[in-house]
């Protein structure tokens, strides 16, 4: 921290996939970031989402046809950008007379196609339930759906790519740093950066982004800036994952008696279950599946599914606060998921720009807009770029993901096909420098489970930020699922003596 600059045209504060996403997007366009995050990047809300990256169908029942637009725009941006970690998946909606009819979910998938410019993902249509592949796993009761396209996104892969590409790009990235303290002195914002276990650090910045999620209205608070009115709901969202309860590699999206939907997919061997909408009035970030909200998941799949599941049979389980933006909603599963963008300053005084909800599918057109709101502030500011700009590591150069993994298993034979296919899932083209010069995973060395070895941790503690076991085993990759106590030690070990 002693050798930190002193001056910088853009400060973030918040290091989820708002924070990185608006981090890349400014200092792509010439601006001196800095991004501080005051815990790990994705610790919290962009690491507990439903992991999909996807249109919004429910939305249409609110008549959110502009979210829905943009989200479905947004999805093929991402996949073309990050096709390692965004990935097509087919969904399937088992239909129940009682509680949608038919016709309403036709209409409602034909508007769904018709407001997607899609390049490469088919259109929904219905299907018979009585045979496989879709089939598989479910009562026999159910027997016809429908079926539609979107995506599934690794949450916590996206910030740390975005992360990459902002420091790539010059931006400087410090984690476990919180902005303790910011003061507007004119045309510039002197902020106090105070790392964990550090001593504070006082910068200056031309303009300050409050992309802190749950908590964007105690900084403002703090801070003592945008008096105008302004609410946020805190929204937890639990998940599940239970044994594998079908084959195949589609979604369910199942709908509930009361008239919201659970999605129910394969997720690292297993089947992930969720979500749910509560409204969460504690900490933010203090956030745990509560027993009600694991059983209201288990109930959804129940009613669907021939293995009936119950708590016991939970192996994992997460919560995330989504912070919403108060529209005046009575239920919180209709508040809007869309994002608003304020900002605070004017010709004498420096611009504080707070962002309020959002989902992760949006965020690189939330960052560019975001932009646009503080382009008065910088008049030199290069244009919009990421529209047409992979992130790291997924520049592929191959039709798909399967191609890549298959030309980089001819490159390294001694390699297992599943061990080069979750480097890559994790790292994209990336994955050679994870390698090295290893031939076989001996030349990796210290194996600590599964995938895992020292090499890769090296690249995460060196190239990702990561610090700790757990930034490692729950956020760069999802080894806690497979690691046993005494390899998670090995982990805990190797990296006291190697930070």
């Given at each position: 921290m002693s050798t930190l600059p002193e001056e910088f045209d853009l400060l973030v504060v918040g290091g989820?996939?708002?924070?990185?996403?608006?981090?890349?997007?400014?200092a792509g366009r010439g601006l001196k970031v800095l991004l501080c995050e005051q815990h790990d990047l994705a610790q919290h809300t962009s690491s507990a989402s439903?992991?999909?990256?996807?249109?919004?169908?429910?939305?249409?029942?609110?008549?959110?046809?502009?979210?829905?637009?943009?989200?479905?725009?947004?999805?093929?941006?991402?996949?073309?950008?990050?096709?390692?970690?965004?990935?097509?998946?087919?969904?399937?909606?088992?239909?129940?007379?009682?509680?949608?009819?038919?016709?309403?979910?036709?209409?409602?998938?034909?508007?769904?196609?018709?407001?997607?410019?899609?390049?490469?993902?088919?259109?929904?249509?219905?299907?018979?339930?009585?045979?496989?592949?879709?089939?598989?796993?479910?009562?026999?009761?159910?027997?016809?759906?429908?079926?539609?396209?979107?995506?599934?996104?690794?949450?916590?892969?996206?910030v740390i790519a975005n992360a990459r590409a902002a420091a790539d790009r010059g931006a400087t990235v410090l984690t476990r740093t919180t902005c303790t303290a910011a003061?507007?002195?004119?045309?510039?914002?002197?902020?106090?950066?105070?790392?964990?276990?550090?001593?504070?650090?006082?910068?200056?910045?031309?303009?300050?982004?409050?992309?802190t999620g749950p908590w964007a209205l105690k900084f403002i608070n703090k801070n003592n800036y945008l008096h105008a009115a302004l609410g946020l709901k805190l929204v937890r969202g639990s998940h599940i994952v239970v044994p594998r309860l079908y084959d195949g590699d589609h979604a369910f999206i199942l709908q509930n008696d009361d008239r919201r939907v659970v999605f129910a997919y394969p997720y690292e061997g297993r089947t992930l279950i969720g979500t749910t909408d509560v409204a969460h009035d504690g900490d933010p970030g203090v956030c745990e599946a509560s027993a009600d909200e694991i059983e209201y998941l288990c109930r959804a799949a129940n009613r669907y599914f021939e293995r009936a599941i119950r708590p016991t049979d939970v192996l994992w389980r997460y919560a995330g606060i989504r912070p919403l933006f108060d529209d005046g909603a009575q239920n919180v599963s209709k508040i809007t998921r869309d994002y608003t963008l304020r900002v605070d300053g004017d010709d004498e005084n420096a611009p504080a720009l707070s962002v309020f909800g959002g989902k992760i599918t949006t965020y690189r057109k939330l960052a560019e807009q975001a932009l646009e709101k503080l382009a008065l502030w910088f008049p030199d500011m290069r244009p919009p770029w990421t529209a047409n700009a992979p992130l790291p590591g997924g520049d592929l150069g191959t039709p798909s993901l399967h191609d890549y993994v298959r030309r980089l298993h001819d490159e390294h034979p001694g390699f297992p096909y599943q061990h080069l296919a979750a480097l890559v899932g994790r790292h994209g083209t990336a994955a050679r420098e994870v390698l090295g010069d290893a031939e076989d995973p001996s030349g990796c060395r210290e194996h600590f489970g599964h995938t895992l070895y020292a090499n890769e941790v090296d690249y995460f503690l060196?190239?990702?930020?990561?610090?700790?076991?757990?930034?490692?085993?729950?956020?760069?990759?999802k080894m806690g699922l497979y690691v046993n106590s005494v390899q998670k030690q090995l982990l805990v070990t190797y990296i006291t003596n190697h930070r």
């Open positions: 989820g996939i708002n924070g990185t996403g608006i981090a890349r997007d400014a439903s992991k999909l990256v996807h249109g919004g169908l429910r939305y249409l029942e609110q008549y959110e046809f502009r979210l829905v637009r943009e989200s479905l725009a947004e999805r093929e941006v991402l996949l073309r950008a990050a096709p390692h970690i965004v990935r097509p998946m087919r969904f399937v909606m088992p239909h129940v007379p009682e509680l949608r009819p038919a016709w309403m979910i036709r209409a409602g998938l034909f508007l769904y196609d018709y407001l997607a410019r899609r390049d490469t993902l088919p259109n929904s249509r219905g299907i018979s339930l009585r045979e496989r592949p879709y089939n598989h796993g479910l009562k026999p009761s159910v027997t016809k759906g429908f079926i539609y396209s979107d995506c599934w996104g690794d949450d916590a892969r996206l003061t507007r002195d004119g045309t510039r914002w002197r902020a106090t950066l105070t790392p964990e276990n550090g001593v504070p650090h006082t910068v200056n910045c031309r303009a300050l982004v409050n992309a060196q190239r990702e930020w990561a610090l700790t076991a757990d930034d490692i085993l729950w956020r760069r990759t």
